[in-house]
């Protein structure tokens, strides 16, 4: 049976920072006070350091998109490869795509923290789950396109055509590697922006490109 190719464009998408903070961990630790919901054409993804008039503070952005795969693909199709594709407004920093869990709209505030997998919401290293490699963003005059590991594949195919807990949606976040790796920034430079879909148009959203195949059909014997 042939392949198939199906491109998907978000269901929603959201920026989500937490800004000025006092430390490191607070930047990354949406519980403790309320985060930034930014819905606008562009969101940031950054993990920065700042000092002015003798004190420093810390700011850490993701961007968060949801994907409806229930819609999309067959229930039973068999993943072979996928991508993520963002297109950036302004590049800087080695990035990672992780997975989270807000299912639904990704207005709330409470987002923020739906990457956050470890017992008790604890910022400690390996707390987030990796859906790609590290990648630098290679282009903001073109889309980035991220190859999708083998855990999200198997999500990928978990969501395609259900509408179990997880809604049949593809949940990821583009977050700075030193957001991923829980390494505190010595300076602003981190600091990206990318095109949501907000933006005018299609032609810079971000989208996930999927090869797959069909599911087989069941042929049942009959007896005369």
Not at 25 to 35: I, K, L, P, V, Y
Not at 124 to 153: K, Q, R, V
Not at 154 to 177: L, P, W, Y
Not at 189 to 204: L, Q
């Amino acid at each position: 049976m042939a392949y198939q190719t199906k491109i998907i464009f978000p269901s929603y998408d959201a920026g989500h920072a937490r800004t000025l903070q006092g430390s490191w961990s607070d930047a990354r630790d949406g519980s403790t006070s309320t985060a930034i919901s930014i819905t606008s054409d562009t969101a940031f993804v950054y993990a920065i350091k700042q000092s002015a008039r003798g004190s420093t503070t810390y700011s850490c952005s993701r961007y968060y998109i949801n994907f409806d795969l229930q819609s999309n693909l067959p229930y039973g199709a068999a993943i072979m490869n996928a991508s993520l594709n963002v297109y950036y407004h302004t590049a800087a920093g080695t990035q990672r795509l992780v997975k989270h869990i807000g299912t639904g709209s990704l207005n709330a505030t409470s987002n923020y923290d739906n990457c956050i997998y470890a017992s008790g919401g604890t910022n400690s290293n390996g707390d987030m789950f990796a859906y790609s490699d590290s990648y630098t963003p290679s282009s903001t005059s073109a889309y980035t396109n991220i190859s999708l590991n083998e855990t999200a594949l198997t999500d990928i195919k978990r969501n395609a055509g259900t509408s179990g807990s997880s809604s049949g949606m593809f949940c990821a976040t583009v977050v700075q590697e030193k957001d991923y790796t829980d390494s505190e920034p010595s300076n602003a430079d981190d600091n990206s922006k990318v095109y949501a879909d907000f933006y005018t148009g299609t032609d810079r959203d971000a989208f996930i490109r999927i090869r797959y195949e069909e599911p087989q059909p069941i042929w049942f014997g009959a007896n005369f």
